[in-house]
């Protein structure tokens, strides 16, 4: 079974850029989660999908962040403009569905802002 | 905010010796999860531990919950060079949008 794909792995931009990252979750996983995870740090939920609805994104700046799920399958997470303190991973990771299940995460993304 | 707090935050072990991590939380929750991070593996989920149970083994892993103090932990039996890595508690508070909130980590280092 292929895992979670996200691309690009890493990323260097200059604070006030922008920046788009990409998750494939595993094939008929119905929830998408981003997450954010600091250096030293646990991972923070930023936004939860159910399939293509938002079901939680309480945690995401909505000045500067943004994501969608288009066809409840793909996901992008866009950061626009880009802050010094959003250096950080940010993770994508999927489940069957919401509640009571193991979530399997992809690879990272590692973005760093100058 | 990060409802699970992770102790001991560094633990240092010999090959084959037991590491016990342990976890407190605040509120009342579904379940109880535990991942393992390394920068080989990425993120991996370990074991799962509802609400009304309290304990469960997985081959090397066991893991207890007990509700009453907010409280689990999770003990590697015979330790090996490639369980270092960092670990998390993460729970499902009850009542919420069923979200994983995660700890800040412990760093376990298992030396050859």
């Known amino acids: 079974e292929a895992g979670v794909a996200q691309s690009p792995r890493y990323k260097i931009i200059e604070k006030r850029q922008s920046v788009a990252f990409w998750c494939n979750p595993i094939s008929g996983h119905a929830t998408l989660y981003w997450y954010q995870q600091i250096l030293g740090q646990g991972p923070k939920l930023l936004i939860q999908?159910?399939?293509?609805?938002?079901?939680?994104d309480s945690q995401l700046p909505k000045d500067r962040f943004s994501a969608e799920r288009l066809k409840g399958v793909d996901s992008t997470l866009k950061i626009q403009p880009a802050k010094l303190e959003d250096s950080a991973v940010y993770l994508c990771?999927?489940?069957?569905?919401?509640?009571?299940?193991?979530?399997?995460f992809g690879p990272g993304t590692r973005l760093t802002v100058l | 905010s990060q409802q699970g707090e992770e102790d001991p935050q560094a633990l240092s072990i010999q090959e084959g010796e037991n590491a016990t991590m342990n976890c407190s939380y605040k509120?009342?929750?579904?379940?109880l999860q535990w991942y393992r991070q390394n920068s080989g593996r990425g993120l991996v989920h370990l074991i799962l531990i509802r609400s009304n149970e309290r304990e469960k083994h997985s081959g090397r892993l066991r893991v207890t919950l007990d509700t009453s103090k907010k409280s689990s932990s999770l003990l590697i039996t015979a330790s090996r060079a490639a369980d270092t890595a960092s670990y998390f508690c993460a729970t499902d508070a009850q009542g919420g949008s069923e979200k994983l909130v995660f700890g800040k980590g412990m760093k376990l280092t298992v030396n050859p």
């Open positions: 999908f159910q399939n293509n609805g938002v079901v939680d």
């Open positions: 990771a999927s489940s069957w569905t919401s509640g009571s299940f193991e979530q399997f």
């Open positions: 509120t009342s929750i579904n379940n």
